[in-house]
Antibody, heavy 121, light 110 residues
Framework: EVQLLESGGGVVQPGGSLRLSCAAS????????MSWVRQAPGKGLEWVSAITAGGGTTYYADSVKGRFTISRDNSENTQYLQMNSLRAEDTAVYYC??????????????WGQGTLVTVSS | QSALTQPASVSGSPGQSITISCTGT?????????VSWYQHHPGKAPKLMIY???NRPSGVSDRFSGSKSGNTASLTISGLQAEDEADYYCSSYTTSTTVIFGGGTKLTVL
């Protein structure tokens, strides 16, 4: 059974940093691309970032480019999202999601339950 | 890039059929056959219902179907059931090599 467990959320001040983790199990982690998607309170889903299976290529939404960094450790079956220079508008539930295939970000076939990030002074 | 356009809400009675539209542009929905639909019960993990416009993942009921015409994709749910009540989101690959979601549609089963 595929499981994705996010952690690392919390309350942080504007301008601060936070690192999210997503521990994966139930599939060959190193064979699949991974993504992060967020949902601000009362809003819809917003794609944030993706990383290919080997970690060699990364993609970012314009809203987070230059501030967020996605990475993965295939030996630990874990992906990360390093979030710097956080803004109030980054407040959201952040979901970890598995892509279809080694480069897949077009289709996300399994999702975690999310971790809440609140940016507030 | 603006979100794909979905109706904020739709409703239907048990047993009826409903369709949710998802309108994009020639840079996303109209350009590629990579439209997905997700079901989201608040507080739970989103679930993939349709991918590549028309394909259903294993385990998803055949009451769910997808289609596309031009820049607009659609999700149809036939034989509505109470458990279908949820938020539904479309997504599409874009020419910027990113992914864009719709604003979401709240489905109410009357």
């Amino acid at each position: 059974e595929v499981q994705l467990l996010e952690s690392g959320g919390g309350v942080v001040q504007p301008g601060g940093s936070l690192r999210l983790s997503c521990a994966a199990s139930g599939f060959i982690f190193s064979s699949y691309a991974m993504s992060w998607v967020r949902q601000a309170p009362g809003k819809g889903l917003e794609w944030v970032s993706a990383i290919t299976a080997g970690g060699g290529t990364t993609y970012y939404a314009d809203s987070v480019k230059g501030r967020f960094t996605i990475s993965r450790d295939n030996s630990e079956n874990t992906q990360y999202l390093q979030m710097n220079s956080l803004r109030a508008e980054d407040t959201a539930v952040y979901y970890c999601a598995k892509g279809v295939g080694a480069t897949g970000k077009k289709t996300l076939d399994y999702w975690g339950q999310g971790t809440l990030v609140t940016v507030s002074s | 890039q603006s979100a794909l356009t979905q109706p904020a809400s739709v409703s239907g009675s048990p047993g009826q059929s409903i369709t949710i539209s998802c309108t994009g542009t020639s840079s996303d929905v109209g350009r590629y056959g990579y439209v997905s639909w997700y079901q989201h019960h608040p507080g739970k993990a989103p679930k993939l219902m349709i991918y590549d416009v028309t394909n259903r993942p294993s385990g998803v009921s055949d009451r769910f179907s997808g289609s596309k015409s031009g820049n607009t994709a659609s999700l149809t749910i036939s034989g509505l059931q109470a458990e279908d009540e949820a938020d539904y989101y479309c997504s599409s690959y874009t020419t910027s090599t990113t992914v864009i979601f719709g604003g979401g549609t709240k489905l109410t089963v009357l």
